[in-house]
């Protein structure tokens, strides 16, 4: 959310509004030199170089709404913290060092494989510039990282602030002979799938055994496919229709590719899992991901984004299967195996050591 080091460290769970989605910045977290020889704070005590203590935001406070992804995130996660009183980047009660938010970023970067040496100034500057890629306007970017003075901004990262010319269309609605475009009436929970192979209509299976669809409809590159109503080049058409969609092609990279179109398109993205699936409950499956018929999925085992887990796999405790994976039919994941991005696990396959 773009917040400074100093204001991520001072973030109690009190500051998160879960009821209204909004979390609250008021503190900064900030130190001062020691004279550890006449010093009498707790840090002087330990012989620390530095004190530190939280103050008001001043002009910095501000209230944000929570994208739906941060808010599922501390959401999921509240139940770790035993009060409201407990930083959030520590889940304790004394007050976080400077370093400490550093440590936990190079900590995550070293397990997960991620770019070497992230800090989080860097990780403010990405939020920064896809924002401005993306359309946010100064005003908007200024209030929500609690920048005043907008020139900052613009100095810094002139390159991603891009005119928008046509954005004067709007002005439009305001001529005599103006009419206003109506939108097609919102039909509920409808799924389209995209593919009309035969994952298709495995898919097509599960999403009706599953019994929450009112209406399933195929799109697919074969134009004589009498079952589709499209090919998938028009998708972005039916997003009012069929608001949720899934996609239903063993292609790890299409897939991929396809993902991305639908979540710019604006689909709502579900997992599908059959009900003979026996799924544990610590379990986690993210978004566009799949669990067929009679597979076994372990705790503390996570599917990720558009992974397919096919019908009979076995997948034991603590395995990661990353996005855009695919294990096929019958095969067996050990524990504690991670099974890369993109990558294909054959049928019958055994992964992993005892």
Known sequence: MGLSSAEASALKIADIDFVNGTLTVSRVLTRKPNNTSKGTSKDAARGEKWSYMVVPAGTFERSLPMPPHVYRLLHDNAGLYPDESRFLISAETELPRSYYLQNVLTSISLKYGIVSGITPIMLRNVFIRRCLENGVDLCTLGAVLGIQHLDEITKKYKEYIKPNPKAINVLEKFSSGYVEKKKPEYKGMNLLVLGCGSH????KETAESIGIFKKIAFLDDDIN????????????DYVDEYPLAFIAIGNNAIRKTLMERLK?????LPYLCDPSANVSTTAKLCAGSYVGARAIIGAQ??????????????LLNNV?????????????????VVIPTLAKIESGSVVGIE
């Open 264 to 268: 710019k398109a604006g689909f709502v």
């Open 225 to 236: 496919n009498p079952e589709a109503i499209n090919v998938i080049a028009r998708l972005e």
């Open 320 to 336: 990661v299967a990353e996005a855009y994976c695919h294990v096929d039919s019958g095969a067996t994941i050990k524990k504690n």
């Open 301 to 314: 085992t996570v599917i990720n984004e558009g992974a397919i887990i096919a019908s009979g796999a076995n």
């Open 200 to 203: 298709g209509h495995t898919i």
